[in-house]
């Protein structure tokens, strides 16, 4: 029987999707230990939802430039071990470098359905297009904002009468599930990007995966 995969998180605060890992392992649904919650906010929430061995946080003013606090980012990341990094509430820009390093084994949930709205305010920008649908997609990490390549996505409806703020409590309803179900699939191996293509089980899938009302992913 094979160990179970070592996942690090990257949070800048409270951890809402962290504490939806946390509960899919302690539950049987994940075959994954988190390993390592690390910060450039040392007073986020999420870095109390592991023991004081496993986190690591440090201020990016205290240090001389964006690549100075990339390369101890990095450094303390690679002491953890981890066999998949998930970027869950970061906010800050990983730099080439650090994308480079840990190639092929970053990946980051954001709420909209990429390629639309890469960056900051996707609900509201989702309204003000007059979307019909919405929702929260997990994809690989590359330089490029919001750029790689998406492994699954899930959709929620864009209602009368919406505000960003309930659209934004609908996606999140989505989001954990979507995270969770994503995981499954990499750590069990199914699941592989390769020069910017998608590999399901060793084959070419040239959309993303998609979740479905019982919280699977589906080709």
């Not at 906010?91 to 080439?96: D, H, K, T, Y």
């Amino acid at each position: 029987m094979s160990a179970p995969s070592r996942i690090a998180v990257l949070a800048s605060g409270r951890g809402s999707n962290l504490q939806a890992i946390l509960a899919a392992i302690a539950a049987g649904q994940l075959d994954a230990e988190v390993v390592g919650v690390l910060s450039d906010k040392p007073e986020a929430p999420a870095l109390h939802s592991v023991p004081a061995a496993r986190r690591w946080a440090r201020a990016p003013r205290d240090f001389a430039d964006r690549d100075a606090f990339d390369a101890a980012l990095g450094d303390a990341l690679a002491g953890f071990a981890p066999d998949w990094i998930v970027c869950a509430g970061y906010m800050r820009i990983l730099g080439a470098a650090f994308v480079a390093r840990f190639e092929g084994r970053l990946v980051n949930i954001h709420p909209s359905l990429l390629p639309l709205y890469k960056g900051l305010h996707t609900h509201a920008r989702a309204l003000a297009a007059g979307d019909a649908e919405h929702g929260a997609s997990v994809h690989f990490v590359v330089p490029e904002l919001d750029a790689g390549t998406v492994l699954a996505q899930a959709r929620v409806p864009v209602l009368p009468g919406d505000t960003p703020e309930t659209l934004a409590r609908r996606v999140l309803t989505v989001e954990h599930p979507l995270l969770i179900a994503s995981l499954q699939w990499l750590v069990a191996g199914r699941v592989a990007e390769q020069d910017g293509q998608l590999l399901v089980d060793a084959h070419p899938l040239f959309s993303p995966l998609r979740l479905d009302c019982a919280g699977q992913l589906q080709h």
